[in-house]
């Protein structure tokens, strides 16, 4: 029973929420000019994916991020700048979409939090290092 | 130092430990909605998605009287799942056109005959492009548009019965 569940197991297709068109030209396929695909490849390390929201677009393997490298690569090939194509992703899905956070009011504590928590750590051990050097 | 300050490092551990499974037991909503909410549809052009049907623009969607535009996908599963509650939707008077993401015609043509066609015009969407501009995340997405093209509503994921009448009233607001 368990031989004939396991054959058929490796015989069964996956149930995959994918479609059955394959990847558009650039989502895995690198621009001509080696200039424009170092600068859509820095630019789709730091853009997320939607799909898969931990992931960059670089990494992810969703179709969503195949067709957005496509779009990245695109635009950089027509000539937009990798920052006029992550403003245009933030006008659609907003900084959530982008690694890198903008520095506003809101993200003031985000930028700070590294000095502030370096601080904390020399305070704490303020009594030691003195110690120590006397 | 005093009994309270030699402590307060667990007191942070415990705070850090308490907001982790906090938000561990209840994870935040992970859907990105779309900004372009409130703006005027972006410009696309898209072919027709299955013959004998028109494709779909983002001129047609100003047409003067409001418009739903549903993305989907015939290997979508939740899509399936939605397709009488968008029957219904048409039932009750509301215009719905379609964007077919990453579809091939033969399998919309087969969706569409299994599932029903409560569609005016669908666009075929080969490289997500439209579904980019739009600002959505995935299929099943479905946006209402004003008569002067401006996107008035998304609602994400598949419709479910409880949906409609509410997805009713942001039709008729949108009018």
């Known amino acids: ?34 200039a424009q695909e170092a600068r859509a490849k820095a630019l789709m390390e730091e853009l997320r994916c939607l799909v898969c929201q931990g992931q960059s677009i670089a990494d992810s393997n969703a179709e969503l991020a195949g067709d957005m490298r496509a779009l990245v690569r695109q635009r950089i090939a027509a000539g937009e700048s990798p920052d006029q194509v992550r403003a245009w992703l933030i006008e659609r899905y907003g900084d959530w979409v982008s690694y890198r956070p903008p520095v506003e009011p809101l993200t003031w504590p985000l930028w700070a939090a590294p000095l502030l928590l370096v601080l904390a750590g020399a305070w704490l051990l303020r009594k030691r290092l003195v110690r120590r050097r006397g | 130092m005093n009994r309270l300050t030699r402590f307060l490092p667990l007191f942070i551990l415990f705070a850090f430990v308490g907001a982790v499974a906090w938000r561990l037991s209840s994870p935040a909503d992970e859907k990105i909605q779309s900004k372009m909410i409130g703006r005027a549809v972006p410009a696309f052009t898209l072919a027709s998605a299955v013959p004998g049907k028109p494709g779909l623009s983002s001129k047609d969607l100003a047409s003067g009287s409001p418009r739903m535009v549903n993305v989907f996908a015939s290997w979508c599963v939740p899509c399936i799942a939605e397709a009488p509650l968008l029957a219904e939707l048409k039932a009750r008077g509301v215009a719905i056109d379609a964007i077919a993401v990453r579809d091939r015609p033969e399998d919309v043509a087969q969706f569409l005959a299994e599932r029903g066609d409560p569609f005016m015009r669908i666009g075929a969407d080969p490289e997500s492009r439209a579904q980019l501009a739009l600002g959505s995340s995935g299929v099943p997405e479905t946006f209402i548009i004003d008569g002067k093209g ?26």
Do not use: C
């Open chain 1, 1 to 34: 029973m368990r031989v004939i569940l396991t054959l058929l197991l490796l015989f069964a297709s996956p149930a995959l929420a994918d479609s059955s068109l394959p990847p558009a030209r650039w989502a895995n396929e690198q621009l001509p000019d080696p």
């Open chain 2, 150 to 175: 401006v996107i008035r509503y998304q609602h994400m994921g598949p419709i479910e019965p409880g949906d409609v009448s509410a997805l009713i009233k942001q039709w008729e607001e949108a009018r």
